[in-house]
Structures are given as structure tokens and as C-alpha cells.
């Protein structure tokens, strides 16, 4: 497998994206954010997204010329329209505004709607994190689980993620989709051609697979079981209604080449600990958990692998599949 430097390989998606049909910063920020995923190891949600990013980009499915705008704000509550553009410019002008609001009003809820996947999504709150202020951020997605007791699919596998500031340490990092697994991990497998376990997807008759072309013709395994199934409905209500964006069941998939535009959308909500308990017991209490968290030998504290997979990235390079990479050069020209 080639082996190549995180910012050869920011140069090559950068080049594919713009060749494609996004202007520079929408290239560069949404590379930036793929390649940040495949340091960390989350290959699913790194530069193999740019083959179908730049299929929609020429297809239609996103606007590559659309510049992310402020529709509304009012009090600690901000609306961004992406455009029907990829997700990335968008997410980071919502993360810039919510963050200024939350540091001023000591709270802000971001939102961003007609939206595109929106990649890894405690990315997006690494900023916040970095200046002290807690961040969650909800998005839904195509169909892809269905609600419980039904066989169609209803809700996207819809990530949650949240990141808590810690004085002096890393923060606390928090990201998972409301699937068993990321749909992402189902693509990556069908692309190797390597099977997948049971309990991650079922066929398009519901009956448990271990294809991974089955799983993503069928549907994802909620995490939890109708638990997970309610979270997702969660984010579906509160990304679709309050956005103005597609719920997951209108929106087509966007694994696909062609098909409509997702106008699928994201939400943030920033708080500032000082404006609350302040800054002082915020932290005080975060260490406090945190080291009882780690009283038991095993326990290993969410993000806190980051920094090192980052520096090895840096170091080693990154491995990408041989047809992933010819796939990149050629778009790239």
C-alpha cells in the first residue's frame, strides 16, 4: 500500500475538489478535515469521501460555487445556509459565529441548513474546545436505519459528538454515530471487498448480513437497539424542523453518485463553563471525573489517542490504498 505525507495528500484532495468544481476554500477546507480524519484513523471519513464529493460536485448533488451565508441571528441563535454546497465552509462560518456569541451571551446555538455530510463530526468543535468553551454538535443523514418495528429505512445513522475543554490536558472528545458502526466502515469493506460482522447491518429483507454491498442496500443496526433508534429520531427533529433541512427519510443517499441534492443539515450549541459554575469548578469537576475515570487500569479516556496517531501521521505518513490514490491523481489532473 502506497505511503504518503499528510500534506502531499492535503494537496492531491485539495486539487481533486477544485478540479471538480469547488472554489479554493471550499477545496481546501473540506480536504483539510478529510485528511485530518485519516491521521486520526477514521479512514471512513477521510479522503475516500473525495471520489463522491467530487461525483457530486460535477453531478449536481452540491453547488461547488456556493459561499456559506448568515440567514438569520437573533439573540444566541445563529442559522447558516450552506448553499446546497459541501458541508465544511458552512459548519466553520456556524462554529466562528456560535463561538463569538456563546463568549459574549455565555451560550449560542449554531445551526446550518440546506447542508451536505459534514465528515468526522467532533472536528467542527475542536476550535471551541481549544478556547475553552464546551461544544455539541448534531447532523442527520440519509435513511439508513429504520424506525423501530418497521423494515424501511427512516433515520440517518445521524452522529452526536461533544468535546469538553481540560485545563492543561487535551479535551475530552466524544463522537459517535447512532449505528452500531459508522456507514462509512460498510463502504470502506465493500470498496476492500472484505466481509463485515453480524450485528452491524441488515439486508434489504431485514435478515442479518455479513455483505457489506447487502448492508448498504438495506439498513444499519441501531446502537442499543430502540434507544438508539430514539436518538436518531432526536436529532432528526431537531436538525430538520429547526433548520429547514430534509429529515433523513427524504433525503437521497449520499454514497451515491447521482441522485438529488441531500440539503441534509448540522447543529452546534457552544457554553462558556464561565458563565455558569465558573471557569475554576468546571475544571475542578472535570478532574474529578476524569480521575475516577481512571482508577480502573483499562479505562481509556475518549480523544485522548489524538494527539499521538497525529504526531505518527506526521512522522510515518499515512497508507492509501493503491485505487484510492490512482482514483485521487486522476481527479486531481
Known amino acids: 500500500m502506497p505511503r504518503i505525507t499528510p500534506p502531499e495528500l492535503l494537496e492531491l484532495a485539495q486539487k ?27 479512514t471512513s471519513h477521510g479522503v475516500a469521501r473525495v471520489p463522491t464529493y467530487a461525483a457530486h460536485l460535477r453531478n449536481g448533488r452540491a453547488d461547488g460555487s456556493a459561499v456559506p451565508k448568515v440567514l438569520r441571528r ?12 459541501l458541508a465544511y465552509p458552512a459548519c466553520h462560518l456556524a462554529v466562528q459565529q456560535g463561538m463569538e456569541l456563546a463568549q459574549q451571551q455565555g451560550v449560542a446555538f449554531a445551526a446550518v441548513g440546506n447542508s451536505h455530510h459534514f465528515g468526522a463530526a467532533v472536528y467542527h468543535l475542536q476550535p471551541a474546545a481549544e478556547a475553552g ?33 481540560r485545563a492543561g490536558h487535551a479535551p475530552l472528545l466524544i463522537d459517535l454515530s447512532l449505528s452500531v458502526v459508522a456507514r462509512g466502515k460498510l463502504v470502506v469493506a465493500a470498496r476492500e471487498g472484505k466481509p463485515i460482522p453480524l450485528g452491524w447491518a441488515l439486508d434489504a ?35 430538520g424542523t429547526l433548520t429547514g433541512s430534509h429529515f433523513g427519510f427524504e433525503a437521497d443517499s449520499l454514497l451515491e453518485e447521482e441522485g438529488g441534492v441531500p440539503r441534509v443539515g ?24 476524569v480521575e475516577a475515570m481512571l ?18 501521521a506526521e512522522h510515518d505518513g499515512l497508507d492509501v490504498p493503491d485505487a484510492l490514490l490512482q482514483k485521487l491523481r486522476q481527479l486531481a489532473g
Open 16 to 42: 481533486a475538489l477544485a478540479t471538480s468544481g469547488a472554489y479554493p476554500d471550499m477545496a481546501l477546507k473540506t480536504a483539510t478535515a478529510l485528511v485530518d480524519a485519516d491521521m486520526l484513523g477514521l
Open 74 to 85: 437573533q439573540g444566541a441563535v445563529v442559522l447558516v445556509d450552506a448553499g446546497a454546497g
Open 133 to 165: 468553551l464546551v461544544g455539541i454538535a448534531l447532523g442527520n443523514a440519509p435513511a439508513a436505519m429504520p424506525a423501530w418495528g418497521g423494515k424501511r429505512p427512516m433515520f440517518g445513522t445521524n452522529p452526536i459528538a461533544a468535546a469538553f475543554p
Open 205 to 239: 429483507e431485514g435478515q442479518p448480513t455479513t455483505d457489506p454491498v447487502a448492508g448498504l442496500a438495506g439498513s444499519m443496526v441501531p446502537a442499543g437497539g430502540v434507544k438508539g433508534t430514539l436518538l436518531a429520531l432526536l436529532v432528526d427533529l431537531l436538525v
Open 266 to 289: 448540522q447543529v452546534f450549541l457552544f457554553i462558556d463553563p464561565a458563565a455558569l459554575a465558573g471557569r475554576e469548578t468546571y475544571s475542578a469537576r472535570m478532574e474529578n471525573l
Open 295 to 312: 482508577h480502573d487500569e483499562h479505562v481509556r479516556l475518549p480523544g485522548d489517542q489524538r494527539p499521538a496517531r497525529r504526531q505518527a
